[in-house]
């Protein structure tokens, strides 16, 4: 039995299918760790049904962000809204309030820049960064054979992305609420059009918009962060382009630079039809080449799996040539375990404002190469 240690109160904000199908099902399964002691939705009849579904009392269920920070007493705050969380988190760091942030962290620098300042003053770590494949077992793994792996030459993301409601079949969610007031809808998305607006230029294409907001920092971000964290990041875009014209998802590729003249390639395909999601990352080096390959990320504990190609003094287990390592760690719950290390001993989490500040200046790049001839201004231009 899990011992009882210090328990984080926490709030949840946003109760969609990312909080439905994985946060509040482990925030339940590590109650030696958290106490759920608030939820916000725009939706009363979602928050209602979803807070007594896990013991919050009526009370405690709110339909504005700042109001729940205002009077929940809690710790920490899990963000799981949609869009920027720049402003969310702002808040809950200026009232001391450790954030859990999902991607994305913010739309602009601006916004990332005062979340800095905001946790600077408050003198500890405040704010974890929740790309789940940086806490995945698998990825760890990979990065300390990448350490002593000679001559990196080439790094390849591919992700094959079927709809959003084929890979969340399994999880029985709630019905999508039809109770959220206009007004609230069209204030967020008055929002999320002025820091577009900031981050890459009023009158942009609508085309280029969606793919900053949606694609670039709502989804290829995650693959973003897999490079940083392994390598350090993308230090250059010198391509990008999207496919087919007439088609939104389109297909996203991106090409770049990783530190040591390593060659870097990101391949994004929004397939409503295929028959499950699929993500992989390939290394080659010198010596050999290492691959990952990720499954659904909705389905907890779903296995990843690292395939070694090395010569036989360098192989794992020593004396074979091809390995398989597999992790059914949960990425989730070891982000939420970390996050709890951060609250109550001022662990520095492996992601934070500086490394959310880094995946979005990365992303204005991407977009400026996918841009081409189509003029952009604001951040992305400097």
């Not at 909080?19 to 339940?28: E, K, N, T």
């Amino acid at each position: 039995m899990a011992a009882v240690t210090t328990r984080v109160r926490i709030a949840v904000a946003g109760l969609g299918a990312v909080a439905q199908s994985v946060h509040l099902p482990l925030i339940l399964r590590r109650w030696d760790l958290f106490e759920l002691a608030a939820v916000c939705d725009l939706s009363p009849s979602l928050r209602d049904a979803v807070g007594a579904q896990y013991g919050v009392p009526a009370q405690r269920r709110y339909g504005e962000v700042d109001t729940m920070l205002a009077e929940a007493d809690v710790d920490g705050v899990v963000l799981l809204t949609s869009g920027s969380h720049g402003d969310a988190a702002l808040r809950a760091l200026s009232r001391g309030i450790a954030v859990f942030c999902e991607k994305p962290l913010a739309f602009t620098l601006a916004e990332a820049d005062a979340l800095a300042e905001a946790e600077a003053a408050l003198g500890r770590p405040a704010l974890l960064l929740a790309y789940m494949k940086e806490h995945d077992e698998a990825v760890w793994r990979t990065a300390e054979l990448l350490a002593d792996a000679d001559g990196v030459r080439a790094a390849e993301v591919c992700v094959l992305h079927p709809t959003g409601e084929s890979q969340l079949d399994f999880a029985n969610l709630r019905p999508a609420p039809a109770d959220i007031d206009p007004a609230a809808l069209d204030r967020l998305r008055e929002d999320s059009e002025r820091l577009v607006d900031a981050a890459i230029g009023a009158g942009t294409p609508e085309r280029l918009r969606g793919l900053y907001a949606n694609i670039v920092l709502g989804s290829l971000v995650h693959d973003t962060s897999l490079l940083r964290a392994l390598f350090g990041g993308l230090v250059g875009v010198d391509g990008a382009r999207a496919w087919p014209d007439d088609a939104f998802p389109p297909s996203v590729e991106v090409e770049g630079w990783l530190p040591g003249a390593v060659r870097a390639r990101m391949s994004w395909h929004y397939l409503p039809n295929y028959p499950a999601y699929e993500e992989t990352l390939v290394v080659h080096h010198a010596r050999g080449s290492l691959r990952l390959t990720f499954g659904t990320p909705y389905v907890l504990n779903n296995p990843t799996t690292l395939e070694v190609v090395a010569p036989p003094e360098h192989a794992v287990p020593a004396g074979v040539v091809r390995s398989t390592f597999v992790s059914t760690d949960e990425s989730f719950e070891n982000e939420l375990v970390e996050f709890h290390r951060m609250v109550t001993k001022g662990e520095r989490p492996r992601a934070g404002v500086a490394e959310g500040r880094a995946d979005i200046l990365t992303s204005q790049r991407i977009l400026r190469a996918l841009a081409g001839g189509d003029l952009l201004s604001g951040e992305a231009t400097r």
